[in-house]
């Protein structure tokens, strides 16, 4: 069973940046589907970033399309989330996600619930 364990966040002023990293360990992530995700005060979680390691693909919403740049270190053997021009409402805890399986899709940036291993969270505060 894997563990995913996020780091990174922090309180940081907008228009400032950020590297998430996500280890992951007990498990061989290179053929699953991982993801981050975020979720803010009151909000549904979101999909931000996926990526099939092996695959070296990767996927994003729009809506941070530019901003957000998910990649895998092999060195370290963490995926991470570089986030450039932090607004505040980029404020929340930030979750990284496997989904089991060869399979990855930009459909599953708006499917949570097809992650079947989630970390505990790092939260991301931007002040303006």
Aim: net charge neutral; charged share 20%; aromatic share 12%.
């Amino acid at each position: 069973q894997v563990q995913l364990v996020e780091s990174g966040g922090g309180a940081v002023q907008a228009g400032g940046s950020l590297r998430l990293s996500c280890a992951a360990s007990g498990d061989d992530i290179s053929f699953d589907c991982m993801g981050w995700f975020r979720q803010g005060p009151g909000k549904e979680r979101e999909g931000l970033a996926l990526t099939y390691i092996h695959g070296a693909r990767t996927w994003y919403p729009d809506s941070v399309k530019g901003r957000f740049t998910i990649s895998y270190d092999s060195a370290k053997k963490t995926v991470d989330l570089e986030i450039a021009n932090l607004k505040p409402e980029d404020t929340a805890m930030y979750y990284c996600a496997r989904r089991t399986g060869s399979y990855c899709s930009y459909n599953y940036l708006e499917s949570p619930d097809k992650f079947n291993s989630w970390g505990q969270g790092t939260q991301v505060t931007v002040s303006s």
